[in-house]
Structures are given as structure tokens and as C-alpha cells.
């Protein structure tokens, strides 16, 4: 199975910082993969796929990049709303696995 | 609007089985891969299964393989999710979610669009 490791696990912010997450494949997935949002009592909810693409709606302040084993997710300038546990999946094989979370909250 | 709405969650015993539903009304299910999708209280996000358009690729992760099975109706535009010989491990939220393939590959390019608000699943004595 692929294991995903995001880092870091817990990160505390401001609004207007820039934030970044890591998230590293133990083994190469080329560009498969997808970060999501999740905010607590709700739904995931995708924000990129094929790593970089940005889904139809999500502010442009969000993006992604990598390809191989080492990913990132990027918010160029956090906002209110932003506070919320990210995730990584890959889609490379089944089964299809998640990392850990990040937790970003509010410094 | 396109919405998933799970269904059929509950307390039960070690051993016992559930089974979930997802209705899919607002969108034509039948041309989606649709996926479950569970996680534990205080934990991350674990991928149980997914299933293609038309039924006939289904894939497990471990933990579940042997125990849990999905299926769909597609004329009832409903998910289901059956879950045999149910352990403490897995308590959690179960989500379905919607994949934009309708076929079930890998590499997958689009990951899940759509997702139900979940259901929560508890197994305890």
C-alpha cells in the first residue's frame, strides 16, 4: 500500500499568511493525487485533483504542486474561513489512501 | 442540486450487521464510480471501497475486504454499503461520495467531487 505522509500535522496561522503542507508518497505516484478541506461535523470537500488543477468554485488563493513522491498545498494568504483540517489522497492504486490531516488553526 | 444523503447508521453489537444506503437524487448516477468512505472519532480519513458505474468493478481496502460489500441500484438511484461481522474498529462516520469517472482504474485522475453529509456508524456491546 501507498503511504502518505503530510507535515506538518498541526500548523497555527494568521489570516494573511502564507501557508504551506507537505505531503510525500512513500512510493512514486506521478501526478495522482487530490487534497480536500474538511471542516469539523462536516463533509471533505475536493479543492485540487491531478495535483495541481483547482476545482470549479475554490478561491484562487489555494494551489497545489509536485509530482513523483513529494506534493504541497498551498494558501497564498489565509483567510477566516480557511481554518480547517486538509488531506492528501493518492489515486495512483488501490487501495486508495489518505494522509494524516493537517490541522490548520488560528495563532 | 446535486446531493448525496446517507442513511441506515446506528449503534450495533460485535459480530452483527448494517447496512448503509446513499440516495443520490439531482444528478444522473448512473454514469458515476460512487465510493465510501469512513472515519473514525478524532481521526483521518479512511477509504473503504468503491464500485463503477454499472456495478461491475467493485475494489475493498483490507480492512474491510471479506466483511463489507458494496452494491448500487441504479434504478433507485441508491448506494449501499453492506457491512457483516462488524467489529469495534470500525466505528465511525461513514461517507459515500461520488467519483467523476464512471469507470473504476487506477491511476484515477479526479478523486471525489461529491460527498454525502454521512452517517454514523457505532459497534459496541
Known amino acids: 500500500d501507498i503511504q502518505l505522509t503530510q507535515s506538518p500535522s498541526f500548523l497555527s496561522a494568521s489570516v494573511g499568511d502564507r501557508v504551506t503542507i507537505t505531503c510525500r508518497a512513500s512510493q512514486g505516484i506521478s501526478i495522482y493525487l487530490a487534497w480536500y478541506q474538511q471542516k469539523p461535523g462536516k463533509a471533505p470537500k475536493r479543492l485540487i485533483f491531478?495535483?495541481?488543477t483547482l476545482q470549479s468554485g475554490v478561491p484562487s488563493r489555494f494551489s497545489g504542486s509536485g509530482s513523483g513522491t513529494d506534493f504541497t498545498l498551498t494558501i497564498s494568504s489565509l483567510q477566516p474561513e480557511d481554518f480547517a483540517t486538509y488531506y492528501c489522497?493518492?489515486?495512483?492504486?488501490?487501495?486508495?489512501?489518505f494522509g494524516g490531516g493537517t490541522k490548520v488553526e488560528i495563532k | 442540486q446535486v446531493q448525496l444523503v446517507e442513511s441506515g447508521g446506528g449503534v450495533v453489537q460485535p459480530g452483527r450487521s448494517l447496512r448503509l444506503s446513499c440516495a443520490a437524487p439531482?444528478?444522473?448516477?448512473?454514469?458515476?464510480?460512487m465510493h465510501w468512505v469512513r472515519q473514525a472519532p478524532g481521526k483521518g480519513l479512511e477509504w473503504v471501497a468503491v464500485?463503477?458505474?454499472?456495478?461491475?468493478?467493485?475494489y475493498y481496502a483490507d480492512s474491510v475486504k471479506g466483511r463489507f460489500t458494496i452494491s448500487r441500484d441504479n434504478s433507485k438511484d441508491t448506494l449501499f454499503l453492506q457491512m457483516n461481522s462488524l467489529r469495534a474498529e470500525d466505528t465511525a462516520v461513514y461517507y459515500c461520495a461520488r467519483d467523476p469517472s464512471n469507470i473504476v482504474v487506477v491511476p484515477a485522475l479526479y478523486g471525489m467531487d461529491v460527498w454525502g453529509q454521512g452517517t454514523t456508524v457505532t459497534v459496541s456491546s
Open positions: 489522497q493518492q489515486l495512483n492504486s488501490f487501495p486508495l489512501t
Open positions: 464500485i463503477s458505474y454499472d456495478g461491475s468493478n467493485k
Open positions: 439531482g444528478f444522473t448516477f448512473s454514469r458515476y464510480g
Open positions: 491531478v495535483a495541481s
